[in-house]
């Protein structure tokens, strides 16, 4: 089954600079990576996903890089604010149809004012 | 709206209890997931559905049972819950894509 990787485990970053945070899978053949958000108390929130054939993808100030040949993928949150304070979870998938994901870790962003 | 929805939010029930956490959407989804979750830990996935009359065991391991006869219902049921099952359980679904949407979650300790 897929193994996934995250780090690190909890993040403090100066508002306005850059956060990123890394994921490491096992299986070759998966195709999709989706980055959950989970504020305290809320349920978790798609925030970008990548597929397989392309490198990166980008959104606003969330970025998502994929390098297949190390099959690592990362997440880039540029100019944070203090609503970016949360945690983070990556996912591969397990399956063929990519329904059954295994989360990592999670990461605790906290953003310093 | 569209939406996922769970009931109860928060329950506190005594050992050897029978329960039932109920998971209802309206996003037109056929594709349906329950996950364990710690307070701020991991994600597991322990069951889920492709549709009516669907039902899998996820990766972890779990003495909790589903059912899957509507398409917009997908509750989970602990015929005899333990303290080791206290946690917080999510429900998700997914359509045609593969983003899945989680519902507000149930918070379940027992005592």
């Known amino acids: 089954g897929e193994n996934v990787e995250q780090h690190p485990s909890t993040l403090s970053v100066q508002e306005g600079d850059s956060a990123v945070i890394k994921c490491t899978y096992s299986?070759?053949?998966?195709?999709?990576f989706p980055w959950y958000k989970q504020e305290l108390g809320k349920r978790p929130q798609l925030i970008i996903d990548?597929?397989?054939?392309?490198g990166e993808k980008k959104d606003q100030r969330i970025a998502v890089t994929l390098n297949k040949t190390a099959k690592h993928f990362s997440l880039h949150i540029t100019e944070t604010q203090p609503e970016d304070s949360a945690v983070y979870f990556c996912?591969?998938?397990?399956?063929?149809?990519?329904?059954?994901?295994?989360f990592g870790t999670g990461t605790r962003l906290t953003i310093i004012p | 709206e569209a939406d996922i929805y769970q009931t109860p939010r928060y329950l506190v029930i005594g050992t050897g209890k029978k329960i039932t956490l109920e998971c209802s959407q309206t996003?037109?989804?056929?594709?349906m997931y329950w996950y364990q979750q710690d307070p701020g830990m991991e994600l597991h996935l322990i069951h889920y559905?492709?549709?009516?009359?669907?039902?899998e065991k996820g990766d972890l391991s779990s003495e909790s049972t589903v059912s899957r006869i509507r398409t917009e219902h997908f509750p989970l049921t602990l015929e005899s819950a333990r303290p080791s099952h206290t946690s917080q359980y999510l429900c998700?679904?997914?359509?045609?894509?593969?983003?899945?949407?989680f519902g507000p979650g149930t918070r379940l300790l027992v005592l």
């Open positions: 998700a679904s997914s359509g045609p894509g593969e983003t899945q949407y």
């Open positions: 299986d070759s053949a998966s195709n999709y």
């Open positions: 990548i597929r397989s054939n392309v």
């Open positions: 996912a591969a998938p397990n399956n063929f149809g990519n329904e059954k994901l295994t």
């Open positions: 996003m037109g989804h056929d594709k």
């Open positions: 559905s492709y549709g009516v009359n669907s039902t």
